[in-house]
T-cell receptor, first 112, second 115 residues
């Protein structure tokens, strides 16, 4: 079963614009991670935010976490055509080792 | 360090046949995970190993699925008597255990098509 729900399911923007994706989850977590997946390829780890952190930055990425609302957001600033991909949030609740529970993903298209 | 590798990258088989996939993790990683991803969905956890011990296998989809990691290095995932519903991408990930902040590194996946 999937824990997270991403919103929106699909997003289309112009190059240079910002893209915001949201993720909601159901149980308490150790951390939340965001991954990118290009069509038909493996997942690339983007950023991990721990449950006691509220915001984290990495290059053009900004992630926020609100554990009271069980939600997270991923902001990609100054988007590029190469950012076109599916983005998944995944939660680690400490069960089964550190298995990840993924949401359904947001499909981002950045038009040049 | 060349990352996580998986073989084969693609597999087409007929219903009822057995298939085996291999995953080679990042060399110093002691944890190895298997996930399945169907079209348009996020990955779904199947099983994981810490070194050679399989510590969680209750989420394997049926008793037709089995996994091994005999020497704590590479792992294999076998599906017996394949069904069309087994068609999916099978992803492997590896990590070094760190409490509360374990990052999993994924391989490119094996795409299975059952005819």
């Amino acid at each position: 079963s999937q824990q997270g729900e991403e919103d929106p399911q699909a997003l289309s923007i112009q190059e240079g614009e910002n893209a915001t994706m949201n993720c909601s989850y159901k149980t308490s977590i150790n951390n939340l991670q965001w991954y990118r997946q290009n069509s038909g390829r493996g997942l690339v780890h983007l950023i991990l935010i721990r449950s006691n952190e509220r915001e984290k930055h990495s290059g053009r990425l900004r992630v926020t976490l609100d554990t009271s609302k069980k939600s997270s957001s991923l902001l990609i600033t100054a988007s590029r055509a190469a950012d076109t991909a599916s983005y998944f949030c995944a939660t680690d609740d400490g069960n089964a080792g550190n298995m990840l529970t993924f949401g359904g993903g947001t499909r981002l298209m950045v038009k040049p | 360090d060349t990352g996580v590798s998986q073989n084969p990258r693609h597999k087409i088989t007929k219903r009822g046949q057995n298939v085996t996939f291999r995953c080679d993790p990042i060399s110093e990683h002691n944890r190895l995970y298997w996930y399945r991803q169907t079209l348009g969905q996020g990955p779904e956890f199947l099983t994981y190993f810490q070194n050679e011990a399989q510590l969680e296998k209750s989420r394997l989809l049926s008793d037709r699925f089995s996994a091994e990691r005999p020497k704590g290095s590479f792992s294999t995932l076998e599906i017996q008597r394949t069904e069309q519903g087994d068609s999916a991408m099978y992803l492997c990930a590896s990590s070094t255990y760190e409490t509360y902040q374990e990052t999993q590194y994924f391989g490119p996946g094996t795409r299975l098509l059952v005819l």
